[in-house]
């Protein structure tokens, strides 16, 4: 495991690991952009479409910070184009399992969720 932060990192709170983590993602719309890059989605015009509504500058935040923190990079939408989009690193690909469980859990215990994320 790498302790390396990027040169935008805040400073943590504690040690913890939790903490930390959640610090990366853990408030109401960043693991809702994790979920829809997995998903396939990668254009800011996809996040802002997901049904959750999320707001333009709190996406760009969000997108920022998962930057910051090395979960998602930017690439070219297509080739040859100007267009940005993104996608997730090795490091937030590996939230995978961490969304399937968060998945499981409220399937087991919310009523009336219902599955939309098969792929994960």
């Known amino acids: 495991m790498s302790s390396t932060k990027s040169a935008k990192a805040a400073p943590r709170r504690s040690p913890c690991p939790v903490a930390c983590a959640l610090d990366l993602f853990g408030d109401k719309w960043t693991l809702l952009i994790i979920r829809d890059l997995v998903l396939g989605r990668s254009r800011f015009k996809d996040f802002v479409e ?69 792929s994960l």
Do not use: C, F, H
Not at 60 to 75: K, T
């Open 50 to 118: 997901s049904p959750e509504g999320i707001p333009t500058n709190i996406l760009s935040d969000r997108l920022e910070r998962l930057r910051d923190g090395g979960i998602v990079q930017r690439i070219p939408a297509a080739e040859g184009s100007k267009r940005l989009a993104y996608e997730l690193t090795d490091k937030g690909r590996a939230l995978r399992p961490v969304l399937r469980s968060i998945r499981d859990w409220g399937l087991k215990w919310e009523p009336g969720t219902r599955v939309g994320m098969e």
